[in-house]
């Protein structure tokens, strides 16, 4: 607008050339620049705080960095890394990482989704219900985890107590903590608590841009409310499942609070006495704080991130495939 | 009525240019860091009893302002060693405890070398092994000692009355002259009362193993897992074995529930875990009593003040620091919080003495710690003790979870020390 009004101008007064050539160049450098320096801010924070300690985190990666032995700093080279490939620990944090990314990231999704799905019904009290899935995203995690820690304890915990109530360890209790299957169960169910009304109201959103004649035709033609849900609905949100697929493969690779309040002797960071579930970011703060060996945590750090931008691509790319591509 | 005007318009004028005249003064001063106020910020975990002598210190010396920071155990020592690396952020004076000494001395650098500050007039005040704790191999000093943790066993008298065992300390301490007199007495007391009698297999193993002559490593900083940590290691086996053991982290929510639900009913006790008890179960006051620990001596824990060299006043924080550890404070503490001191001249104060805990019974606490203080032999801690430890304790605890048998586990034991200490 203010540029189709402004280019008459210099023609008709003729005389202040100058002033007017000025507010021209002025006038250009807003259309042109402003956007950029509107968004400035995101990009300046985040080179500092996203793409700096990237950048500085894969230099560190490439040096002897050992806090209990100065006198050994310097470049190492790939050291690191090839130490990190034979390394049993980080290979069992990536197995621990991915089974606990598959208990909570499977059935976190498919559960949201069923329920924004009721959701998406007309009910009484809907705000409250719709509220109500968001209250465990908005517990502080800590504070959530502490809860779910005595829930799941050995003895006198909720969870044991229900096992009982249907028969099971009634003569030894189980000790969640003690065994690979049942502390990621005990995790993953403490993620999914806390993330499925999140997504929920991700794809609750989505869901009603969807129009309603979509649905009546496809009952005419006699599809169910479950056909219609693979059918319509979820090719109809895929962009947004996209996302959460996305977001939450990040999530999950980089849990940290709920493995390490869960475990017994949480100022370890050994998750579990036989790092039953030790996840890779706990191997990291283990490394780096507790052996104090920052290069080579550094390094691990680097082999996480590849990792998860791997993951993310695969499964980005799996979902598009699940969605509208039919 | 003019004059008078005129004369407070003058008073006034005086008053304020007082008042801004000394208010520049202290601004210059806080900036400077040198003559004028200078704040001093003392991080520590837990109590320290410093609230009263913050006081103390700030009625005597008016331009030190005194912040104290007390947080969590493990936390605090993380984030001075953050500091540390960054350089900046880090407390004008910090507590270090035992088990992360060895961490920070080797960083001594980073710290004011208390040599250069007139510290060698301390040496001779402390604990020969107190002392050399916290220097550095090239002669560093960066500490002060506080407390020292000489180890006694603590023990519920109403517990031993019900399963028909000795109250009386004396008569208990003549119960377990040894460790395996010590699990005989356990076996007596779970096969009376059908309950666990120790917290857990890790606190049979590390205050045995603070009782032998080598730790887990050598002097030469070598791993020797068949001395030391094999005898104590033999011993939980044989505890956990017996049906003795709760199997209860120490410091977490389940064994805080464990001392409430009377599911152990012996700890072993250095001087600073009586607190420990007094604000977990405060309503079992007079039911706890100390008796001496099997196998004699040991130490738990204990620190050391250390300041920082990023600091900005770090003479007032010396200052401060050979204040705090000086007779008068250290005695103060010690009937405030109970923490042991590490100078031996003040264990034949009459003061630590005659001292009795009402909540232990009335127990002469003074006179317990300080002999078992006195008499104890030092150990020399590796560097790489602390992530030793922790894995061999990772050992202990997968026995009792049930995922390995007792015969097999000291293999385990070994292989994961050696991981650690090469980590």
């Known amino acids: 607008m203010s540029l189709t009004q402004l280019r008459p101008s210099p023609q008709h007064s003729a005389p202040p050339v100058q002033q007017s050539r000025a507010k021209l160049w002025l006038y250009r450098f807003d259309t042109r620049a402003t956007p950029y320096v509107f968004i400035a801010p995101f990009f300046v924070l985040f080179a500092i705080f996203g793409l700096f300690p990237i950048v500085y985190n894969a230099v560190v990666s490439l040096r002897t960095w050992r806090l209990d032995e100065p006198d050994k700093d310097g470049w190492a080279g790939f050291a690191n890394f090839t130490k990190l490939l034979t390394d049993s620990d980080f290979w069992n944090a990536l197995y621990n990482t991915f089974g606990i990314f598959l208990l909570s990231t499977v059935p976190q999704l498919l559960l949201a989704l069923i329920v924004a799905n009721l959701l998406n019904r007309k009910l009484r009290g809907q705000t409250w219900w719709r509220i109500g899935i968001l209250l465990p995203y908005l517990t502080p995690v800590v504070a959530s985890t502490l809860v779910f820690s005595v829930f799941f304890a050995r003895d006198n915990g909720m969870a044991n107590w229900f096992l009982s109530l249907v028969g099971f360890g009634q003569e030894q209790p189980l000790d969640w903590r003690a065994d690979k299957w049942s502390s990621w169960i005990a995790i993953a169910t403490m993620v999914n608590w806390k993330w499925i009304g999140y997504n929920a109201l991700l794809y609750l959103s989505a869901m009603q841009t969807i129009p309603k004649d979509v649905y009546e035709a496809a009952a005419v033609d006699g599809a169910g409310p479950w056909r219609q849900l693979w059918r319509i609905t979820v090719p109809m949100i895929q962009p947004v499942v996209v996302f959460t697929v996305i977001l939450s493969t990040i999530g999950g690779l980089q849990l940290f609070n709920e493995p390490m309040m869960f475990d017994q002797n949480p100022q370890s960071a050994s998750g579990g006495s036989a790092h039953q579930f030790q996840t890779i970011a706990q191997l990291i703060y283990k490394v780096g704080w507790k052996d104090l060996n920052l290069g080579y945590a550094a390094a691990m750090s680097w082999a996480l991130f590849l990792i998860i931008l791997i993951v993310a691509g695969i499964n980005a790319g799996l979902t598009k495939r699940i969605g509208g591509d039919r | ?423």
């Open chain 2, 1 to 423: 009525m003019k004059r008078l005007g005129k004369a407070t318009a003058a008073a006034g004028l005086a008053a304020a240019l007082a008042l801004t005249g000394c208010s520049g003064q202290k601004l210059e001063g806080g900036d400077k860091g040198g003559s004028g106020t200078v704040t001093l910020k003392v991080a520590f975990w837990g109590d320290m009893g410093l609230d009263k002598l913050k006081a103390e210190y700030e009625a005597a010396h008016p331009n030190v302002k005194i912040v104290l920071n007390s947080g969590e155990y493990n936390a605090q020592h993380e984030d001075l060693q953050k500091k540390l690396v960054a350089g900046t952020g880090a407390p004008d004076i910090s507590a270090i405890d035992e088990g992360f000494i060895v961490q920070f001395r080797s960083q001594a650098d980073k710290f004011v070398n208390l040599m250069d500050k007139g510290g060698a007039d301390y040496q001779s005040k402390y604990l020969p092994w107190k002392w050399q704790e916290s220097m550095s191999p090239d002669g560093k000093q960066i500490g002060l000692g506080t407390d020292v943790g000489g180890l006694a066993m603590c023990y519920r008298s109403d517990l031993f009355k019900k399963a028909g065992l000795p109250t009386d300390r004396d008569a208990v301490s003549k119960l377990w002259p040894t460790w395996g007199d010590f699990i005989n007495v356990g076996k007596q007391y779970v096969s009376k009362t059908g309950k666990k009698f120790v917290d857990s297999g890790t606190n049979m193993f590390n205050p045995v193993l603070a009782q032998q002559p080598v730790g887990f490593f050598d002097t030469g900083d070598k791993l020797q897992m068949d001395g030391g940590p094999k005898v104590a290691f033999d011993i939980s086996m044989k505890a956990i074995d017996a049906g003795l053991s709760a199997n209860l982290a120490s410091f977490q929510p389940n064994w805080d529930q464990g001392f409430k639900k009377d599911q152990f009913a012996v700890l072993a006790c250095p001087a600073w875990m009586i607190g420990h008890i007094q604000d977990t179960a405060p309503d079992q006051a007079g039911k706890w009593d100390i008796a001496a620990i099997p196998g004699g001596g040991g130490n738990w824990g204990g620190s050391w003040w250390t300041v920082p060299s990023q600091g900005k006043n770090i003479d007032a924080a010396v200052d401060f620091v050979k204040w705090m550890v000086a007779p008068e404070q250290q005695i103060e503490v010690f009937k405030t919080v109970g923490n042991l001191p590490s100078q031996p001249d003040l264990y034949k104060d009459p003061a630590v003495l005659d001292y009795k805990k009402e909540f232990m019974s009335n127990a002469p606490t003074g006179q317990i710690f300080a002999a078992t203080a006195a008499g104890l032999k030092p150990q020399y801690l590796g560097k790489k003790a602390g992530p030793t430890r922790v894995a061999v304790e990772d050992v202990i605890t997968q026995v009792q979870q049930g995922k390995l048998k007792s015969a097999d586990a000291w293999a385990v034991a070994v292989k994961d020390a050696e991981k650690a200490a090469n980590s």
